[in-house]
């Protein structure tokens, strides 16, 4: 079985045909999934999903790349987080590639996550991109390894892997680690410790090899598995039953379904 540790169900992608999406799912027993949220706006739709399907879970939080939000207060993300399926807070951290100019705020949000984390006993689901340092300082100030998370679609060096491991983090591959360009990410998904590793889609976008390009979905996380494999030079039944366990180990409020 397989985990898919990050899509986006409630995007309009799958509004059309959700029935074949889980089908998919089904097919290439990927047996879970984790709906991510980017927004409270739109939380209740990731939130309904969950609770509608016993094999989805959810996490609440407001993604970096989402400026014009309205403001929040901790003891809000943790009422809301308090429901059995939501079993993380996120996505959450810092992008200074997609936002630039004074960011202070992307930070005071972030911290703010990690705050209602900490409160609610959920790890962490975090979004990183041209802002390794300054992620990995605030996870420390604040005290991340509390509750550990996830470092969802890992594009960084062996380095920044190795410093959120050390913090009580677990590294996810996505689609990227099939593109034949990503060179240094294949050797870091060679390295990170199997019992640290996790596989994602972030569907419906960076659909893997053979789909590049194609809307991505939640059964396309198989591809991901079976490229770490080849890798790695195990079997896809290894990884597969790695990245399930890692799962429930982190996300501990999971309950899995038959
Ligand atoms: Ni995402």
């Known amino acids: 079985m397989f985990i898919d540790s990050h899509c986006h169900l409630n995007f309009p992608e799958f509004q059309k045909d959700f029935d074949s999406v889980l089908k998919l799912m089904t097919d290439n027993q990927v047996s879970h999934a984790l709906c991510i949220s980017v927004n409270l706006r739109d939380f209740p739709e990731v939130l309904a999903i969950a609770e509608k399907n016993s094999n989805i879970f959810a996490s609440v939080g407001i993604h970096p790349d989402y400026e014009n939000e309205n403001p929040f207060t901790v003891e809000e993300l943790v009422t809301l987080a308090d429901h059995p399926k939501i079993i993380a807070i996120g996505e959450t951290g810092l992008d200074y590639f997609r936002l630039t100019g004074d960011l202070e705020w992307q930070r005071q949000r972030f911290r703010k ?109 198989r591809h991901v598995a079976q490229a770490l494999a080849d890798l790695r030079g195990i079997s896809l039944e290894e990884v597969a039953n790695n990245t399930t366990k890692n799962f429930f180990e982190l996300f501990k409020l999971a309950v899995p379904c038959k």
């Open 113 to 221: 996550h990690i705050q209602s984390a900490i409160e609610s006993n959920r790890p962490l689901v975090i979004h990183t991109r041209s802002s390794a340092e300054d992620t990995l300082k605030i996870m420390r100030e604040e005290q991340a390894s509390k509750v550990g998370g996830v470092m969802h679609c890992f594009t960084e060096s062996m380095d920044v892997a190795l410093q959120a491991i050390d913090l009580g983090f677990y590294i996810s591959f996505s689609g990227i680690v099939t593109f034949k360009n990503a060179i240094q990410l294949k050797e870091v998904a060679k390295q990170v410790p199997i019992n640290r590793i996790l596989i994602e889609t972030d569907s419906p976008y960076l659909a893997p090899v053979p789909f590049r390009g194609k809307t991505n979905q939640p059964a396309y996380v």
